[in-house]
Every structure is written in structure tokens, then in C-alpha cells.
């Protein structure tokens, strides 16, 4: 029985993360990466303000930022035709959950394949060191 249950676990682990770099890699990110409908969700190790100069950032590089508020950690784009929104979340003094939604067609379907790739890039330049 305990051998059933551990394929078991296995066999979920393997394909619950199969095509997810995040968190095969796990360079700066400290839980990895949860992914919903619409929104992918990563615990990055970056303080709040270093995570939100990545993410404009990156959003300027991609796209073109509509709203920006720092305060709330929330930050708005258009990123290749689909609505991206960013809500950025202390954690701990040195962690911070980063959650990208997009949305494509008028808000109504889900972008996760662009969610993912806006992810990764931030992922990414976390673990340059630039901010």
C-alpha cells in the first residue's frame, strides 16, 4: 500500500510540474510556481521594492504599462494584444508573492502561455542582481 501511494505521488509530481522551468530551475523563487486559469503565482526572494523596478521593468520592455500603483503593488499592461495585471505582495522583509494574470479578447478568455512567459522574464531578471 505505501508503495501505490508513493507512485502515486510521483506520478502527480512529475506531471504537475512537466513544463514548468520555474520551478525545475528555482532561481529566485522560493516556492516555485502556481498556476490557476487565468494567473500564475511565484514566491520570489526579492524585497518588495527590487521585485517592482524588475516587473515595470520587464511590462515596459514587453508592452506598454496602462496603470501603475505602487502602494497597492498593482500594475497594469497590454502585452501582445492580451491585458496583463501584476499585484505584487510582501511576504516577509525579504520575500514577495508575485501574481500575473493576463486576459486576452475584450478580458474574456485566459493568456496563461503569456502569464507564464511574463513570469518567467521577471524570474529571470531577478537573478541577474541588477536591482
Known sequence: MKLFFR????????????GCAAILIGSGVVGGMAISADTVQSYVDRNFDSLWKISV???????????????????KAVVEKSNITIKLEKV??????????????YKLL??????????NRIVKETSKGWF
Open 92 to 105: 516577509t522583509r525579504k520575500t514577495t508573492r508575485l501574481k500575473i494574470s493576463a486576459r486576452k479578447t
Open 110 to 119: 485566459p493568456n496563461i502561455n503569456l502569464a507564464t512567459k511574463v513570469n
Open 57 to 75: 521593468s520587464v511590462l515596459e520592455k514587453m508592452g506598454s504599462i496602462s496603470e501603475k500603483n505602487k502602494h497597492a503593488g498593482l500594475i
Open 7 to 18: 507512485l502515486c505521488l510521483i506520478f502527480f509530481f512529475v506531471f504537475s510540474v512537466s
